[in-house]
Antibody, heavy 119, light 110 residues
């Protein structure tokens, strides 16, 4: 059974860079899947951030593209998100997710981690 | 890119059927048969219900069904049960090689 677990700071200072990691168990990130991030501000809907393939290909939300970087660490079976220039509007629950092999929908989600941007 | 349009809320009585719409454009919902639907309980991660417009993952009740016409996808829940009370989101792949979520619909079981 594939499981994903997000980790990272619960509190980020405005203008800082957020770094989150997703640890995968029950599958290898080197499998032919896409791995990505989705966020949800408090009381609001879901927003797609982007995803990355083992091959290194990445696709990001156009509205966040200038601030987002995703990467993989196959030795640790983890993938990561960096989001620059954080502001209060970036406060959200961040979910990591596995996409099915074609990359057209996320089928396994982590439980989510809450990130608050505040000084 | 704006979120796909879903009704903010829908409601129904146990045993009834309800339908949640998800309206986009010819660049997303209408472009491909790549719409998926998710159920989310409070403070929980979303769970997939439907993919590729109308396919159900194993383990998902056949009370959940999906369809699409032009730029609008729909999720129908038949035989409504109290446990169906949750938030529902659609997700569409787009011609820009990105994804758009719907704004979400809160289902209340009366």
């Amino acid at each position: 059974q594939v499981q994903l677990q997000e980790s990272g700071p619960g509190l980020v200072t405005p203008s800082d860079t957020l770094s989150l990691t997703c640890t995968v168990s029950g599958s290898f990130i080197s499998n032919n899947n896409w791995w990505g991030w989705i966020r949800q501000p408090p009381g609001k809907g879901l927003e797609w951030i982007g995803y990355i393939h083992y091959s290194g290909s990445t696709y990001y939300n156009p509205s966040l593209k200038s601030r987002v970087t995703m990467s993989l660490d196959t030795s640790k079976n983890q993938f990561s998100l960096k989001l620059k220039s954080m502001t209060a509007v970036d406060t959200a629950v961040f979910y990591c997710a596995r996409y099915e092999t074609r990359g057209y929908y996320p089928d396994v989600w982590g439980k989510g981690t809450t990130v608050t941007v505040s000084s | 890119q704006s979120a796909l349009t879903q009704p903010a809320s829908v409601s129904g009585s146990p045993g009834q059927s309800i339908t949640i719409s998800c309206t986009g454009t010819s660049s997303d919902v209408g472009a491909y048969n790549l719409v998926s639907w998710y159920q989310q309980y409070p403070d929980k991660a979303p769970k997939i219900l439907i993919y590729d417009v109308s396919a159900r993952p194993s383990g998902v009740s056949n009370r959940f069904s999906g369809s699409k016409s032009a730029n609008t996808a729909s999720l129908t829940i038949s035989g409504l049960q109290a446990e169906d009370e949750a938030d529902y989101y659609c997700l569409s792949y787009t011609t820009s090689t990105s994804f758009l979520f719907g704004g979400g619909t809160k289902l209340t079981v009366l």
